[in-house]
């Protein structure tokens, strides 16, 4: 296959962590004879520096017309003080709602072999932890209108049913190649858009009867998942709640480093990144956990690109890796082989082979 990437760097440790990626990608390029070609463009912090906008027009144009885009990080506490609208965060939303990114999956899962990591008591995990939250990313509160005079302020949640239902489907389509529980997840006690949420998954629901569905208030998720993640499969969510319960979720796995994500559409593009942020204090210092990021690049094989055995081959190579002992400082534990950014790419390339 030719395929042809936008690579957002972004700030921080995102161009240490996106070079290890693209290092893994061309190694299975080669093995399984693909053709990946690359075009890096400016967003966040990076192109607020260079252009003086978080997204400049390019960049957006740029990620149209590429295959998928693969992103680092973007922010950072240097951008701190810029107004509202040129923040490095307006760059992610800016790409998600440009791109018509509506689903954005995070798995939370817990690795074996970090198994120690996690922070709730280990009968709570017994046997692993295995979560894919969907969120509704392009709706909701983070798109509606807003406004704020000198003393008072508002944003507004609205979703048409349109929106609900094609984030409903995948949420389904998802939960049917996992285990089939989906528990969606919203505020219908109070807000009118999480009764039209709740109503129209129930709907959605009658398509798929090999998967049992139930309905939890966020509050009440936000302390199942704690209690007892163990019960859940899919959750689906709109927006807000699922930036909220998604942190939870990968927390209670204890090692952020590790986990992916993916934004998608109905047709095959993708946004993939690691869901951890551009941690600006270790950045350029080949210390971080470029993980996240190469396990990004096996969703994006199986989900834009639909390479099952790269993918497949890809996740082993870093199961073996973690199997090997390598650890970066975030997931370092007494005995085990402490590395660098650059030692961690190279072990999984190793693995590949
Ligand atoms: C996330 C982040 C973003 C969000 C911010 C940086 C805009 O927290 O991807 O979860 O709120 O969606
Ligand atoms: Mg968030």
């Known amino acids: 296959m030719r395929i042809s990437l936008a690579v957002i760097p972004g700030d921080g440790i995102g161009p240490d962590i996106v070079a290890q990626a693209v290092r893994v990608l061309d190694r299975i390029g080669e093995i399984y004879g693909h053709d990946f070609s690359y075009r890096t463009l400016l967003a966040g912090g990076a192109a607020i520096d260079r252009t003086g906008v978080p997204l400049p027009d390019e960049t957006l144009q740029a990620a149209k017309e590429s295959d998928s885009v693969l992103l680092g990080a973007v922010g950072g506490p240097k951008w701190d003080d810029v107004p509202s609208h040129l923040r490095p965060e307006k760059a992610l939303l800016g790409l998600r709602g440009g791109l018509g990114l509506f689903c954005n999956l995070r798995p939370a899962m817990l690795y074996r072999q970090l198994a120690d990591a996690c922070p709730l008591r280990s009968e709570l995990v017994e046997g692993g932890l295995d979560v894919m939250v969907v969120r509704e990313l392009t709706g909701g509160i983070y798109f509606g209108k807003r406004g704020r005079t000198d003393d008072e302020a508002y944003d507004t949640m609205s979703y048409t049913k349109g929106e609900v239902e094609r984030i409903a489907v995948k949420a ?3 939960a049917m190649k996992r285990n089939g529980r989906l528990t969606s997840v919203d505020k219908a006690n109070i807000l009118e858009t999480s009764r039209l949420w ?4 129930d ?9 049992t569905v139930n309905h939890l208030y966020v509050d009440n998720a936000a302390m199942q998942l704690v209690r007892n993640p163990k019960q859940f499969d899919v959750i689906l969510t709109e927006n807000m709640f699922g930036d909220i319960l998604s942190d939870e979720a990968s927390m209670i796995t204890g090692s952020i480093g590790m986990l992916p994500s993916a934004s998608l559409r109905s047709d095959s593009f993708g946004m993939y990144e690691p869901i951890h942020g551009s941690a600006p204090d270790i950045a350029g210092q080949d210390k971080a956990n470029p993980l996240a990021t190469i396990l990004s690049v096996a969703m994006m ?3 834009s690109f639909d390479l099952k055995a790269e993918a497949d081959a890809l996740e082993m190579a870093v199961d073996r890796t973690l199997d090997q002992g390598w650890r970066t400082a975030d997931i370092f534990t007494e005995g085990m082989r402490l590395c660098g950014t650059k030692a961690m790419g190279q072990a999984v390339v190793d693995n590949l082979e």
Do not use: G, N, S
């Open 172 to 174: 389904f389509e998802i």
């Open 198 to 201: 709740r109503a129209t998954v």
């Open 203 to 211: 709907e959605v629901a009658k398509a798929y009867p090999d998967v």
């Open 301 to 303: 094989l199986r989900y």
